[in-house]
């Protein structure tokens, strides 16, 4: 369910990008202006998920979205969201298999520093045609994953906008 009033975009808009605060999960967060911004309660996207918030633009069929997965945790290190992430990815590879589809292949995955603080980077194709980029963040009371997905032929296209989202990822007070 979308619930507009925790989601409102601030009146910072440079270069067509805009600024949206989640008061809800305690972030804020850059992109485009012209994508869309939704946040998600109880359940997530789908009805039981961590999917919290995604980014959309609809006019672009080669773009999916990015989404921000978050599961409340315990002083959570980065490789405890890594291996949240890996948890989830493998048993998504699992019931694509049994659809007859491609399931989980991992391409890359290393660490870096965003905004001062380490973070695990993880490239991988998950059914075929769809690549991923996730980016694991721990946080004091959260884990945060940040997913680009787009297609193969697309997916460089976004990969800039997203490490600018990815970097503007702040925390709120």
Known sequence: MYLSSNIRP?????????????????????HPAKWVAREYG???YRSQDDVKFTLSSGADPGFNSIWIQRRVATDPTVEDV??????YL?????????????GFEEL?????????????????????????LDVYIARKNDMI?????????Q???????????????TPMQ
Do not use: P
């Open 108 to 132: 890359e995955i290393g660490e870096e520093i965003v905004n001062g603080e380490r973070v695990i980077m993880r490239k991988y194709t998950i059914g075929g045609d769809i690549t991923n």
């Open 42 to 44: 109880e359940g997530g």
């Open 10 to 30: 601030l009146a910072i808009i440079t270069n067509a990008w805009t600024q949206t605060e989640s008061s809800r999960y305690g972030f804020s967060i850059e």
């Open 155 to 169: 997916f460089d296209k976004y990969v800039e906008d997203f490490m600018r989202i990815v970097n503007s990822f």
């Open 145 to 153: 994953i940040i997913t680009l997905q787009a297609t193969q032929g």
């Open 82 to 87: 890594a291996n949240w992430g890996e948890e």
């Open 90 to 102: 493998l048993d998504r590879g699992q019931k694509l298999i049994k659809q007859g589809e491609s």
